[in-house]
Every structure is written in C-alpha cells, then in structure tokens.
C-alpha cells in the first residue's frame, strides 16, 4: 500500500507561484502515471497534469504554459509547479498514482488564488 502526502499549498496572490510536491511512502518507479487533480466548489474534479513513468507529461488546456509536472524517482515524489496563477486555479489540489492494478489518492491540499 503507498500513501501519498500533499504540500505546499497556501493562499497566494494572482501572477504569483506555488509549487506542490506529493511524497509517496513507497517506490514510484513502478507507478505507470502519476498526476495532480483539482476540485473547486461546486466544479467536477479535473485532471490537471498527468507524467508518465517514462517522463512524457500532457496538461489540461486551462495550465498550458503555467504549470509544470515533474517526478523525482529517487526522492519518491512528484511536483506541480504553477506559475501566473490565476483566481480561477483556485482549488484541492490531489496526487494521484496509478500502478497496474492499484490506484492511489492523497488527500489533497488547498490553493487559494486571492488578491
């Protein structure tokens, strides 16, 4: 079982940067995909960026150009960097990973977007 921990959300004014990090407990070599999800309220939970474990990464169209996806398989961990962030990247941001028979969810953390 891999546990999966969010941080380095926080309240952060427009135009400005945040990066996230999502740690695993176990290895992350063997995760085929790992990604990050975001849920406002009201909104459907939307896949934001996903990295594959051979590095290939794809964006939703509303981060193309901001964000950035990446994973560091000796640390176990993967990153969002969000730049230019706008009020409407306000939102849970999740971790996901998903292994061949097995998928994982952390539990999210809080970026507010706010001037």
């Known amino acids: 079982q891999v546990q999966l921990v969010e941080s380095g959300g926080g309240l952060v004014q427009p135009g400005g940067s945040l990066r996230l990090s999502c740690a695993a407990s176990?290895?992350?070599?063997?995760?085929?995909?790992m990604a990050w999800y975001r849920q406002a309220p009201g909104k459907q939970r939307e896949l934001v960026a996903h990295?594959?474990?051979?590095?290939?990464?794809d964006y939703a169209d509303s981060v193309k150009g901001r964000f950035t996806i990446s994973r560091d398989n000796a640390k176990n961990t993967v990153y969002l960097q969000m730049n230019s962030l706008k009020p409407e990247d306000t939102a849970v941001y999740s971790c996901?990973?998903?292994?061949?028979?097995?998928?994982?969810w952390g539990q999210g953390t809080q970026v507010t977007v706010s001037s």
């Open positions: 996901y990973a998903r292994q061949t028979f097995s998928n994982y």
């Open positions: 990295i594959t474990s051979g590095g290939s990464t």
């Open positions: 176990g290895s992350i070599f063997s995760m085929n995909v």
